[in-house]
């Protein structure tokens, strides 16, 4: 039997151990059922096929072997290994050959047990050592025909790996080839945004193949290929579950070689229901802030989004979309620039400061009394959607609420002490506050004070055709109130007042024409502070929005919230 054709049976042999259903070729069927039966002599073997890559499961100090065939003297090779969660020791070796058989013209093939022996004594001519975490290959011009063995390692923890083999390597060429300058660079650099730019790999332009580009980012390291990001990404999705031991071949390996594995096979003998193991016992790693985007063949990028003053790492990998293999450029790291430093705004005892804050922004007042105090009151009123207010004195937390409307605090105060208030703004638009402070006890508030419900009813059964009859709440305190009214068109909707509802703009910034008249009110029993008032003078079928101002003791003004009504067409 010639040398090559004795090792191709060898390899069918270790196929057999996980399709025993199947009919295997072999020049001698006799020797093929002894190889079978003794499964001992194969465990933990699988096969590699040549020109395609492959995924692998190794649970920690537990070695794995891989065979590949080489059919003629004088071949080419090559066999790279990815590690994607831990590093691996990997070890290639070439198998020796059995002896044939002795010269006393039998024809008979050594017993199987001499066979067993020679290639447990004798492990082999190795070629190859690697241990680490890179992506690294063995690549051999010429080789001789034989059995070669790829056993690895993972010391540190249960980890995924991808094998490739080829005895083509020059016309394969599975992944992409980086320029000649692989370094990822960043060209411009933001508080929130970071550009970058690579050369493109010539896989793409020059040989014709698809090829995409993936950018990973991460506050953590590095990555030194795609499958040890995607690892980190997803352990369900990203990457092949850990198979149960001693399942060895995929439906792959067997679908390579000519073998179609049925659902028989692989469900019934091993109790395995799918090619994935169940969720209960998938558990995913913690997550991380790590981000992958595929962004086809471009080669320049602007990941947004970032946080300031914060230190990303930038990997792009190359991809191959007909094999889904990949190459790694050289990733970057870069730090985004810090938040521009805003201006403190100082409080005046007593006096009401007006403050701007843009979108999802953020400001800072400062309140430093002069004289000792036993307690600061702070009055906040957010014009538009709520805030969050934050105070500190000397560093040391005293209030964290969001506001809405109109809001007094009493704080407790501390000789000398300095106050620190930081207004965050909404996440829906820019915001508008009035905010004072003052440690005079006998100070006026001065915002008028609300109801809890600042919303103005309608009354449907007292509608006309040129009036309309609405009511609002009061409180204890006697304030002067102002009706407001302004035609709009019938496609003036809720929307649109809610964007128009600022509670700061008072009476002041309307036309004369509008006011309908101002009234005094209050009531000592808050359950009967309620007052009503009809607006006559309306046109027929027409749609008026509707303010009510209350404006307090200083001149300040807070509007309640806008109605909508329309006057009866036909009366």
């Known amino acids: 039997m010639r040398p090559w054709r004795r090792w191709t049976a060898v390899l069918l042999a270790l196929l057999a151990l996980e399709a025993s259903a199947q009919k295997l070729p072999t020049r001698d069927e006799g020797l093929f059922q002894m190889q079978i039966r003794d499964k001992s002599l194969f465990h933990d073997s699988s096969v590699v096929p040549d020109g395609a890559e492959i995924s692998g499961y190794l649970f920690r100090d537990t070695p794995k072997r891989y065979y590949f065939v080489v059919e003629e003297d004088n071949t080419p090779l090559s066999v790279t290994v990815t590690p994607c969660d831990a590093p691996l020791e990997w070890k290639l070796t070439l198998q020796e050959l059995p002896e044939e058989a002795s010269g006393e013209a039998s024809g008979e093939p050594e017993p199987l047990d001499e066979q067993k022996r020679q290639m447990t004594v004798d492990e082999g001519t190795e070629l190859f050592t690697y241990k680490g975490n890179d992506v690294e290959a063995y690549v051999a011009t010429s080789t001789p025909a034989g059995l070669y063995q790829l056993e690895l390692l993972s010391t540190e923890k249960d980890s995924n790996f991808k094998v490739y083999a080829t005895t083509t390597p020059e016309s394969d060429q599975p992944y992409p080839e980086l320029p000649f300058d692989p370094r990822v660079d960043v060209t411009a650099l933001g508080r929130t945004t970071v550009t970058l730019a690579w050369k493109p790999t010539p896989t793409g332009f020059l040989m014709g193949q698809p090829v995409q580009y993936c950018v990973v980012i991460n506050k953590e390291h590095n990555f030194k290929s795609m499958c040890a990001a995607e690892a980190k990404m997803s352990a369900d999705d990203a990457f092949m579950l850990a198979p149960k031991p001693g399942r060895d071949f995929s439906p792959f390996d067997f679908a390579h070689f000519g073998f179609v594995p049925s659902d028989n096979v692989f469900g019934k003998e091993r109790g395995l229901t799918s090619n994935r193991i169940s969720r209960a016992h998938a558990t995913k790693p913690k997550a991380l802030d790590l981000q992958k985007v595929c962004i086809g063949n471009k080669n320049i990028f602007t990941v947004s989004d970032l946080k300031p003053d914060t230190q990303y790492y930038f990997d792009v990998f190359a991809v191959n979309s007909a094999t889904n293999t990949s190459t790694a450029y050289v990733g970057t790291f870069a ?237």
């Open 335 to 571: 730090r985004t620039k810090e938040e521009a430093r805003q201006k403190t705004v100082e409080l005046k005892d007593g006096r009401v400061s007006d403050v701007f804050i843009k979108r999802k922004g953020s400001k800072f007042l400062r309140f430093a009394p002069v004289s000792s105090h036993q307690r600061v009151t702070l009055s906040v009123h957010a014009c538009l959607d709520a805030v969050q207010v934050q105070v500190r004195r000397d560093g040391k937390l005293l209030l964290s609420q969001n506001v809405e409307g109109v809001r007094q605090f009493q704080l407790r105060g501390k000789p000398k002490g300095k106050y620190l208030i930081r207004l965050r703004g909404s996440r829906k638009g820019a915001s508008t506050l009035k905010v004072l402070a003052t440690t005079r006890p006998s100070s006026k508030q001065p915002f008028p004070s609300l109801p809890e419900d600042t919303r103005i009813k309608a009354f449907d059964k007292l509608r006309t055709c040129s009036s309309a009859t609405v009511a609002w709440l009061g409180t204890q305190d006697r304030n002067k109130y102002c009706i407001y009214r302004k035609e709009v068109a019938e496609s003036y909707g809720e929307e649109q007042r809610r964007r128009e509802q600022n509670q700061c703009a008072g009476p002041e910034t309307r036309r004369k024409s509008e006011k309908v008249l101002c009234k005094y009110f209050h009531s000592p029993n808050l359950q009967k502070a309620v007052t009503t008032e009809t607006i006559a003078g309306l046109e027929a079928g027409k749609t008026y929005l509707l303010d009510v101002y209350v404006v307090g003791h200083s001149g300040h003004s807070v509007k309640y919230q806008s109605k909508l009504v329309k006057t009866r067409k036909y009366c």
